[in-house]
């Protein structure tokens, strides 16, 4: 049942991604940050945290989910060390994540070649 959650929620979020992509004018990158802040807005609401207990890593991976985490990290950071909290824990709960993502795309960039868009 775990896994048919997961498909579930994580297939509507990115269903909903390519509808936005599809159905409006938003480019990739607006769409990006679209996601990331909600998954900020509804952590704060008490919103999605319920949802990726239920769904795991169909609402942990998207982008949403790193949103989520960004904000989980500011709310344990700011629960131990206060004001500065806000400032360090959202890094800090994301890092593997930020640092997977720069030594994949180092990988990539070492391993194929680019081309120029015509």
Known sequence: MNYLWAFAIGGAICAAGQILLSKTMMTPARILVLFVT????????GVYEPLAE???????????????????????????????????????????????AVVFGYLVALIFKPKVKK
Not at 38 to 45: I, K, P, R, S
Not at 80 to 94: D, F, P, R
């Open 38 to 45: 909600l998954g900020v807005f509804l952590t704060a609401l």
């Open 54 to 100: 239920l769904a795991g890593a169909g609402a942990q991976v998207p982008l949403t989910g790193f949103g989520y985490a960004l904000a989980k990290g500011t709310f344990k950071a700011v629960d131990e060390y206060g004001i500065m909290g806000a400032l360090t824990g959202g890094v800090t709960g994301t890092a593997g994540g930020i640092a997977a």
